[in-house]
């Protein structure tokens, strides 16, 4: 069975930084693309970030980039969203999901049951 478990969120201020995780199991973690994505209250999922199997080849929101970092460690599946200068619309639930071989971006199969982001003064 495939499962997603992210973690890492909280509440913290603008400007402040925050790390998630998301420890993958039930699949071959390597073999699979994975992204983060995130839903702010009242607002549909909005992809924020994808990176490749072998961690080769980042990609980003154009929302997100240079405050963003993905990241993976394929000998502990564990893939991982460095946030920095945070921004009250940063707020939402984010998910971690993995990607449909040879499919655009964007296009998953499988999430997790989320973590909250709360960027607020």
């Known amino acids: 069975e495939v499962q997603l478990v992210e973690s890492g969120g909280g509440v913290v201020q603008p400007g402040g930084s925050l790390r998630l995780s998301c420890a993958a199991s039930?699949?071959?973690?390597?073999?699979?693309?994975m992204s983060w994505v995130r839903q702010a209250p009242g607002k549909g999922p909005e992809w924020v970030s994808g990176?490749?199997?072998?961690?080769?080849?980042?990609i980003y929101a154009d929302s997100v980039k240079g405050r963003f970092t993905i990241s993976r460690d394929n000998a502990k599946n564990t893939l991982y969203l460095q946030m920095n200068s945070l921004k009250p619309e940063d707020t939402a639930l984010y998910y971690c999901?993995?990607?449909?071989?040879?499919?655009?971006?964007?296009?998953?199969?499988?999430w997790g049951q989320g973590t909250q982001v709360t960027v607020s003064s």
């Open positions: 039930g699949f071959t973690f390597s073999s699979y693309d």
């Open positions: 999901a993995r990607e449909i071989p040879r499919y655009d971006w964007g296009t998953m199969d499988y």
């Open positions: 990176i490749n199997r072998d961690d080769s080849s980042t």
